[in-house]
């Protein structure tokens, strides 16, 4: 088996709850919209979504491939990365990749990270990073008091304060609330948000499989927060969420994320994803979170007060067919930075 279709794709990743989201076909259907391609590749024990985007008119005939949060094994024993990673790169060639940039849905020094890097001859580290490399992912073992008693007692308060708040938190398909909303948690924290498109494509693609949930916490009528929660296996996870600069004393991010948590509980979840925080250890990230603003700062810090654990993935890896080319790219990439 090499090569094969979305339907077959989705057959496989049954023999595996644990892989990511970002690894389904829904979002390789969801990335389709917006110039990529998703390609499909397994043999018996290992595979991956390998998502191809061709690159701006002026540099015509090339692509760029990424693997987000892959490839996923089939096997409880030993995968066999290294003829995956052989089919995948004939494949890249083929399609005239200037490199294929991969970022593992392993956590930093476990067993199964080890065996994944020892077969990734002629990666190196990639330039720039698309998904975060750190996360803060919450235990949901035990009762909702468990939960409750390994957050910190700010938080702890404040989603008790929340319930009494006269706060309406549902499941809702109004993605333009939602977009709005995004839109001005952009503005207020600094950061790019995508377009209302974006977020309905999401939405319209993982709703079929009931794995995305809106849900929205409002007070009289207005939507005051609200999140995307993806469901897959034993894992929710965090993505896209939003607040308004009103209300905000009423607390509902708080009863917002501890709705999450249960929801993920009765979909059978054991831990909830919360996506991004600051790409730093865990030793700076304990001795700086007080004082930083700058950032996903602000973020660590009311993520933090959840009783989370800090996880780091491996990273970005990157593999160049056309080393002059990645270099340039690398080049731009850097400058753009500064």
């Known amino acids: 088996m090499t090569q094969i279709n979305a339907q077959q794709w989705q057959a496989l990743l049954a023999k595996n709850t644990n892989a990511s989201i970002l690894q389904t076909a829904e979002w390789g259907k969801l990335k389709t919209a917006f110039g990529w391609e998703p390609i499909y590749v397994a043999n ?109 007692q700010k938080t702890r308060y404040n989603i008790r304060l929340s319930q009494k708040k006269d706060l309406v938190v549902e499941e809702s398909d109004q993605i333009a609330a939602f977009s709005h909303l995004m839109e001005q948690t952009g503005d207020r924290d600094n950061f790019g948000v995508h377009t209302p498109t974006y977020y309905q494509k999401c939405y319209d693609s993982f709703k079929p499989g009931n794995t995305v949930h809106l849900l929205m916490v409002s007070f009289e009528g207005k939507p005051l927060s609200a999140l995307m929660l993806f469901i897959r296996g034993k894992r929710g996870y965090y993505l896209y969420g939003a607040s308004s600069n009103e209300e905000r004393n009423r607390m ?15 979909y059978g979840c054991t831990e909830y994803d919360l996506w991004g925080i600051p790409d730093e250890s865990e030793e700076t990230l304990e001795s700086q979170f007080q004082n930083r603003q ?32 990645y270099r340039f790219i690398a080049a731009v990439s850097k400058r753009k930075k500064r």
């Open 44 to 152: 018996e024990t290992a595979g991956a979504m390998v998502l191809f985007r061709k690159l701006p008119h002026h540099i015509p005939w090339f692509t760029i491939a990424y693997i987000p949060r892959g490839p996923v094994s089939f096997s409880q024993e030993s995968p066999d990365y290294q003829n995956l990673w052989l089919e995948i790169h004939q494949i890249c060639r083929k399609r005239h990749a200037i490199f294929l940039r991969v970022e593992p849905d392993e956590w930093q020094n476990s067993p199964q990270a080890e065996i994944l890097l020892q077969s990734m001859n002629g990666f190196q580290p990639g330039f720039a990073t698309i998904q975060p490399p750190n996360t803060m992912v919450i235990s949901l073992a035990g009762t909702e008091e468990d939960w409750l008693n390994r957050m910190n």
């Open 294 to 325: 700058d950032g996903l700062w602000s973020v660590y810090r009311f993520k933090r007060g959840f009783g989370g654990e800090i996880r780091r993935t491996v990273g970005t890896l990157d593999f160049s067919y056309i080393p002059l080319f």
């Open 252 to 266: 509902p991010n708080h009863l917002l994320q501890w709705t999450a948590m249960k929801m993920c509980a009765q």
